[in-house]
């Protein structure tokens, strides 16, 4: 290995094979690198007698970008893709945390280097962050295989594996369509619109698009009431509604029976969860003994009320 | 596996169970199929661990090993729902057959088809477990983390069995399947305290859940077989699905049942619906995607496990209840697995004429408090 300033328009960038970085977002480095130029050398390996990028595609994008050359770099003389592409994994997972395409495109171009799944799946899932299973490797390759705006989706929503293996579980185009309901909602509630919606697919034997086509949905999307996020959610809410239909309307019963009591604005009626057992929860806040004899007493009057007896008795 | 015994692909033996007898009856059995001796369970796995399904990889293959920890435990239901005070037999482990559903899928850490081979262990277990229990109504089986009879042509467990227990009236046995390996068993004294089971599904949701198990028919007609020889049979309607056209698909199995077997020889029938811990939901979406057991509505019941919500359990219980009594089986104990004091209440004690405990020694175990868990007329 030798240490030399490189030209950057010696080296190829058109060959990515080694690329790891997708590099959407480099604004702090380039402030860096003008101030003060390039601290760390990228690493370049030759390859039919070019130099290619092995790491640092970022600080050789942002000098590209602003016109900076030569720049420092190391030269391996290393003659083996994978035991160079290897090096790269390991100066990137030191260095910063990987997102999760790019973690896909590490186990992808491990395959395509040649090291077996079940050395990638033993050795590299748990570098990565990944369960060490050969279900997890699959879904990676299939983040790896998306469409570029579904990746982007990935990349700028930050969306986690256990995510991203719903969303890979629908089909390419399927994934397409569900781009605009996704991108609004924050991680938790895209899985939950992933899981109520790969759900109610199946259990409809209905392709989500088919479900998502739906006149209730289509009105969302038309309203120019509602901002994204307001529409994303209210379809989340739609789905959720669907999957569990019961639960639903049991939690609605309960809460308009619970506003017929005329309760006091500071009581909180919760039903009991699931309606699994029998255990309501009541409370409430009081500044004062006198606010809590108050509310106390007014609870007391609503307690004798066959309305209320009737929060107690669970759906059959 | 439908209707042919399993074989495994491969056999693997741990080190230390080469020279136990049943290690050796087995591999005569085998003959012929590939055998490698190994120091683990691990080692016997790893080539399949990072296969593209090595849940199923792993059903292929048999490994023969020693249980290094009790046989003998007692079943550990489910927090916060009614007990059942039995007794599990662990002989073997793992299954051949494929369930969608099979919690065994998330809950064994080795998912071989194994089978323990130190029954001299299992026997002095037995003794001293059971001396313990003189005088007292003990209701065991193998059935929970395996299929009682999937691997008893190799095994010949339930002939075993049988021995450790006989003459014991105070012990029933219980052998659960789904299949239809009746051979050993039709060679044993019908005495009573053998009780062979099986878990029926609707047609429909065998078809599609059960992968590898025998058709319902083959189940019914093997335990047909069995009663009219004299043995007391049970049957564990366990999971039941709910979907849309459940009530009948399961009428028609109800139906089919007391057309089948007659209702005297029917020792108990257990209603339970599908239940699973939520990890398993991923499992099944990621081994079956066709499968829509898992797609139904859930909520989280109060052990944790995703159910049914509970109104939609206490109507597939009444149906099945009113089923059973309405077929000829007036006089069937029947009892929830896996159940809440609610919903039992809701489906049993709230039926007339439901609340009369069945008169015979087994119920006495199923009791909680002094309230008896199984009702009949």
């Known amino acids: 290995m030798t240490f030399e300033k490189l030209a950057l328009d010696r080296i190829d960038f058109r060959d990515e094979r080694f690329r790891i970085s997708l590099a959407m977002k480099r604004e702090k480095l380039e402030r860096s690198i003008r101030m003060i130029g390039v601290v760390q050398p990228v690493t370049v390996v030759a390859r039919g007698g070019t130099p290619v990028l092995v790491s640092g595609w970022k600080r050789a994008g942002v000098c590209r970008a602003i016109g900076l050359s030569p720049l420092p770099a190391l030269i391996l003389d290393e003659l083996d893709d994978l035991r160079c592409f290897q090096r790269a994994i390991h100066e990137n997972w030191t260095a910063r945390d990987l997102s999760l395409v790019e973690k896909s495109h590490i186990v992808r171009k491990l395959a395509d280097f040649g090291l077996d799944k079940p050395a990638i799946v033993r050795e590299y899932l748990p570098l990565l962050g990944i369960p060490a299973q050969s279900a997890a490797f699959e879904k990676l390759l299939a983040v790896s295989r998306a469409a570029p705006g579904i990746k982007t989706m990935i990349e700028v929503k930050d969306m986690d594996f256990a995510a991203a293996d719903l969303l890979t579980d629908f089909s390419p185009e399927e994934q397409e369509g569900l781009i605009p309901w996704l991108v609004p909602l924050g991680r938790n509630k895209q899985k939950e619109f992933l899981d109520d919606l790969w759900d109610v697919s199946r259990r409809e034997s209905r ?36 999957k569990n239909p019961r639960l639903s309307s049991a939690r609605k019963s309960f809460e308009a029976a619970a506003r017929a009591l005329g309760l006091p604005k500071a009581v909180r009626l919760e039903p009991p969860a699931s309606f699994e057992d029998e255990n309501l929860r009541i409370s409430f806040d009081a500044a004062t003994p006198e606010a809590f004899e108050k509310t106390a007493a007014a609870l007391g009057k609503i307690s004798a009320r066959a309305e209320f007896k009737d929060l107690f008795k669970r759906p059959v | 596996m439908t209707g042919m015994p399993w074989l495994p692909e491969k056999v693997f033996v741990e080190k230390e169970s080469q020279g136990y007898p049943l290690t050796g009856r087995i591999l005569d059995r085998l003959a012929g199929i590939p055998v490698s001796v190994v120091h683990s369970a691990e080692e016997a796995f790893s080539d399949i661990r990072y296969s593209r399904n090595p849940v199923r990889e792993a059903k292929k293959r048999l490994w023969l090993a020693r249980q290094r920890g009790s046989f003998i435990k007692p079943c550990p239901c489910t927090p916060e729902h009614v007990r059942c005070g039995y007794d599990i037999i662990n002989v073997n482990t793992g299954c051949p057959l494929d369930c969608t559903y099979c ?8 998912p071989l088809v194994t089978v323990f081979v130190n029954v001299e262990d299992l026997r002095l277990e037995m003794d001293s477990y059971l001396s313990r229990k003189e005088g007292r109504v003990v209701r065991m089986g193998t059935g929970e983390l395996g299929d009682s009879l999937a691997l008893d042509h190799l095994t ?14 105070n012990v029933y046995l219980e052998l659960k399947t789904k299949t239809a390996g009746i051979r050993n068993i039709r060679k044993l004294d019908p005495s009573g ?128 209840l009113e089923w059973i009594r309405s077929s000829g089986g007036g006089a069937v104990a029947v009892y929830l697995c896996m159940e809440s004091d609610f919903v039992w209440k809701e489906t049993l004690e709230k039926n007339k004429g439901e609340r009369k405990p069945r008169e015979i020694s087994f119920p006495l175990s199923l009791q909680r408090k002094g309230r008896a868990c199984v009702w009949s007329r």
């Open chain 1, 207 to 242: 392709a989500a698009g088919d479900i998502l086509g739906s006149p209730e949905f289509l009105r969302l999307i038309a309203s120019e009431a509602l901002s994204p996020l307001q529409k994303a959610e209210a379809a989340r809410v739609l789905l959720r509604d669907k």
């Open chain 2, 156 to 169: 010949g467990y339930s002939l075993e069995l049988a021995g450790m227990i006989g003459g014991r009236k």
């Open chain 2, 193 to 320: 305290n053998i009780i062979v089971s099986w878990s029926l599904n609707s047609i429909r949701a065998a078809d599609e859940e059960e992968h590898g198990a025998p058709s319902v028919e083959d189940r019914i007609r093997a335990a047909s077989l069995v009663s009219a020889e004299g043995f007391p049979v049970g049957f564990h309607f366990d999971p039941i699905l709910h979907y849309p056209g459940w009530e009948e698909d399961y009428r028609a199995i109800v139906s089919r049942l007391f057309q089948a077997v007659s209702p005297r020889r029917i020792a108990w029938i257990s209603l339970g619906s599908l239940r699973f811990p939520p990890s398993l939901k991923k499992t099944i979406r990621s081994r079956f995607p066709q499968s829509k057991a898992s797609t139904a509505e859930f909520i989280k019941g109060r052990d944790g496990k995703c159910r049914y919500f509970s109104s939609v359990r206490i109507e597939l219980y009444r149906k099945f």
């Open chain 2, 103 to 110: 919690i065994l899928q998330d809950y064994l850490a080795n």
